[in-house]
């Protein structure tokens, strides 16, 4: 092994030096055929006669040189810059059809990068939450409307229902406009979550604290956790922004928590659970707006994570809540 | 009409380079050639200038040296000479050759009917 690489090296190194080794086989070769002259004038050829002889004793002077070049370098890579050259002399001689196939590559390249960090993202990571086996998402479907949002009475019959078995967490998300204080607004995704939808997901914050029971409720829900990524985006990371207060949909919200990057990472983490989606590329859990009896039937759509205690990955559905199911299995 | 001449076998140049440059010393190219020819009795069809690639393959090998010299009517000449390395493999090779030679010998050497044991 050690030896072909050894001849590898030495073949390479052949290709770098051409024009001195080329100068070298000349001059050798030009000894060969003084010193073969020479022999046969003195084996009593003349002149002339002794110079042939030694050229077709020797075999033709291009061809040796051919195969001493063969030998020493590497042939195939030399056919390769020499054809790569000849290539770039065409395109830049057809510079239409070099654009056309360039774009063209560049679309095809670029769309299936594209794809691929989706399908990435979406199927290929795993969730990074801990035991994820445990977490499923509850769909609701009825014959006329497949998977369908909940309402937050009917996340509060569910939770009702499957309590000794299971936790769950609501999330409902929203587009918002946030103003920083420094006055600049923006549009950003939020997601409004029950009190322990981190507990559920079992995420603890890296700054700050997690939500209070009490938050769930109404003129109480004005604290926010930011996700990572924007807190690094748009608060450079600093870790004195908690206690800072922003405006919320023209409402003084106080961030309590900067959430890891498992959570609403790169828009990957939430996947399956729809919670934090890919939205406008910033993105923070905020409270849900009390999931009580006040809120008024239907009043938003409602995502359900649910973690089940005792459920293994892919177990058949356990927690017997009258309409749930779990569609990881 | 001359006696039809054999062709070089692949691979058996190299052989007789190293052989020529153990029992010869240093040389030149063209002395390798020329004493290939002779002790082949000239026998043998050798297009000189395929010395040349002979002495490249063998020096990557490192069963080779080359260096620069003055020859004996005092011009510069490349010389080869054979290293420990070389050796080594020229004793392998010839060992593989008799035996293969031997082989071949036995078996065009049988007399009809019968199978070299």
Known sequence: MIAIIQRFVCRLRAVFSKPSLDADFSAELAQHLEAATADNIRAGLTPDEARRKAHIALGGVEQIRELHREARGLPSLENLARDIRFGLRMLRKSPGFTVVAIATLALGIGMNTAMFSMLNGLLLRPLSFSQVGQLFRLDRNSPEQPQADHTADNFLDIRAASADVAELAGLHTWASSLNAADGSAEIVGVARVTANFFDVLQVAPLYGRRFRPEEELLRQNNVIALSHEYWLMRFGGRKDVIGTVVRLDKQSVEIVAVMPSAICGAGVACRSLAACARASGSRRPRRISTPSRRISPGGFPMVIVMRCWGCDRCSPPCCAAPTARSPSC | MPKEKLDLLQG??????????????????????????????????????????????????????????????????????????????????????????????????????????
């Open chain 2, 12 to 117: 058996t140049l190299d052989l007789f380079v190293l052989q020529t440059l153990a029992t010869m010393g240093a040389m030149h190219g063209y002395g390798i050639a020329r004493r290939i020819e002779q002790v082949g009795a000239d026998a043998l069809m050798l297009n000189q200038g395929t010395i040349y690639a002979a002495l490249v393959r063998l020096q990557h090998g490192k069963w080779i040296d080359a260096e620069w010299g003055t020859s004996e009517n005092n011009r510069k000449a490349k010389y080869y000479e054979i290293t420990a390395r070389g050796r080594k493999r020229l004793l392998a090779e010839t060992e593989n050759w008799q035996r293969i030679s031997g082989v071949v010998h036995r078996i065009l050497g049988a007399p009809a009917g019968e199978l070299p044991s």
